[in-house]
Nanobody, 115 residues
Framework: VQLQASGGGLVQPGGSLRLSCAAS????????MDWYCQAPGKQRELVAT???????NYADSVKGRFTISRDNAKNTVYLQMNSLKPEDTAVYYC??????????WGQGTLVTVSS
């Protein structure tokens, strides 16, 4: 199973970005799709998660600004990031957990929020 993340880049404070992550390979059924972030010198932390039935959960720091969504037909998860702040600067990783509780990680995409 491979996860290909894209959409990161440099954006000014207050701007928006949309991250995408597509899963491919021998993956039968996906349960959870998540986004994590890891800022320099910090531990990786959960940003948002979405279940197979569309239920979502967010870290307090991004509630009201980020939206996670998924396209089950394409095995793709998205993260719409609005009102970005400098403290959102991090490498963002997608994570997928399948029905066998095996999890897979994407390669990470860098988001830099700076003027």
């Amino acid at each position: 199973v491979q996860l290909q993340a894209s959409g990161g880049g440099l954006v000014q404070p207050g701007g928006s970005l949309r991250l995408s992550c597509a899963a491919s390979g021998s993956i039968f059924s996906i349960n959870f799709m998540d986004w994590y972030c890891q800022a320099p010198g910090k531990q990786r932390e959960l940003v948002a998660t979405i279940t197979s039935d569309g239920s979502t959960n967010y870290a307090d720091s991004v509630k009201g600004r980020f939206t996670i969504s998924r396209d089950n037909a394409k095995n793709t998860v998205y993260l719409q990031m609005n009102s970005l702040k400098p403290e959102d600067t991090a490498v963002y990783y997608c994570n997928v957990v399948d029905s066998d509780c095996d999890d897979y990680w994407g390669q990470g995409t860098l988001v830099t929020v700076s003027s």
